[in-house]
């Protein structure tokens, strides 16, 4: 069965630093796997997905992520954090359905 | 493109009432997921349809529970009696040919309280 798990459920940074959002997934097969993002009382938005072309993979609004076989790892970053990128942000791997990680909350301080 | 529309977008019900919730999946798409997301459960996969059928259920808490898709732009998914602990925020999703890193197109939700 394919899965992600998050580390850390709320991970704080100050405006114009690094954030990084960690992800790790376990799958039998090839993944697919995508970062959304969710900000208060809205539904989900797609920042970016890996299907296997490029490992490092450029979404919307400055974010990116590398897929390393290797570490099982698809983290997200962000080489400086906006105040507006505060919102909850789950990882997601894809076969038949979707399962999703249970979330990291960013929260960025002035 | 008009995305996923869920309806409606609060309500507020007392236990035992019955609860429809109603998704119109975005054209040409031909799955269909209802999630539900709690602080305690995160995101959870209730049920999913593809091409109109139901594929897996497995995630359907219980009986009061029950999901249908009579064509490829409706679908319910009913809480027959609600109880207090159904409340949560249930969404609707979308996307064409899962299965090959398609992406899932989500609604805004509904807003379900169970009082």
């Known amino acids: 069965a394919q899965s992600v798990t998050q580390l850390g459920s709320h991970v704080s940074v100050s405006e114009g630093a690094l954030v990084l959002l960690r992800c790790n997934y376990s799958?039998?097969?090839?993944?697919?796997l995508f970062w959304y993002v969710q900000y208060p009382n809205q539904g989900l938005q797609l920042l970016l997905k890996y299907t296997s072309a490029a490992t490092l993979v450029k979404g919307i609004n400055g974010f990116e992520a590398e897929f390393k076989k290797s570490e099982t790892s698809f983290h997200l970053t962000k080489p400086s954090a906006h105040m507006s990128d505060a919102a909850e942000y789950f990882c997601?791997?894809?076969?038949?359905?979707?399962?999703f990680g249970a979330g990291t909350r960013l929260t960025v301080k002035p | 493109d008009a995305g996923v529309i869920q309806s409606p977008r609060h309500e507020v019900t007392e236990m035992g009432q019955e609860v429809t919730l109603r998704c119109k999946p975005i054209s040409g798409h031909d799955y269909l997921f209802w999630y539900r997301q709690t602080m305690m459960r995160g995101l959870e996969l209730l049920i999913y349809?593809?091409?109109?059928?139901?594929?897996?259920d497995s995630g359907m808490p219980e009986d009061r529970f029950s999901a249908k898709m009579p064509n490829a732009s409706f679908s319910t998914l009913k809480i027959q009696p609600s109880e207090p602990r159904d409340s949560a925020v249930y969404f609707c999703?979308?996307?064409?040919?899962?299965?090959?890193?398609?992406?899932?197109?989500f609604g805004e939700g509904s807003w379900l309280t169970v009082v």
């Open positions: 999703a979308s996307s064409q040919n899962q299965g090959k890193g398609n992406t899932i197109y």
């Open positions: 349809f593809n091409n109109n059928v139901p594929i897996d």
């Open positions: 997601a791997v894809s076969f038949n359905d979707m399962r």
């Open positions: 799958s039998s097969v090839p993944p697919y």
